[in-house]
């Protein structure tokens, strides 16, 4: 949480798209792609992007869960959500909000996504 991310710039070299790291108010725009900063929760309303501190303590925060929770109440049915793989349940409640506002939740089979540890 303390050190920049490099993720834009490993990002932005698979892609054609334009990467970029968010900045609280940034407008959403189509074929780009947006990378949370370090140390920070991300929620959408209003086809805008907002940063904030976290409200829980490191080791506690599921961020992720933040994001999908704000897109299921901003974006209701519209909402789309993919977890392409990861460790414990982060992602599944805020998945569970994006299905019961009728949106879409897709997940990667657990078969194909083994993390190399």
Known sequence: ??????MA????SHTTMQVA???????IVSD????IAPDTDLKISDGGLHVSRPA?????RHPVDVLFRSLA???RKRAIAIVLSG?????????????????ISLIQAPETAKLDL
């Open 1 to 6: 949480p303390k050190h920049e991310s490099e």
């Open 9 to 12: 710039r490993v990002l932005a």
């Open 21 to 27: 790291q968010v900045v609280d108010g940034m407008r």
């Open 32 to 35: 780009r792609v947006y990378v």
């Open 56 to 60: 829980e303590v490191r080791g506690n």
């Open 73 to 75: 109440s901003d974006q």
């Open 87 to 103: 460790t414990g349940s982060k992602g599944t409640e805020g998945l569970k909000d994006i299905r019961a506002e009728g949106g």
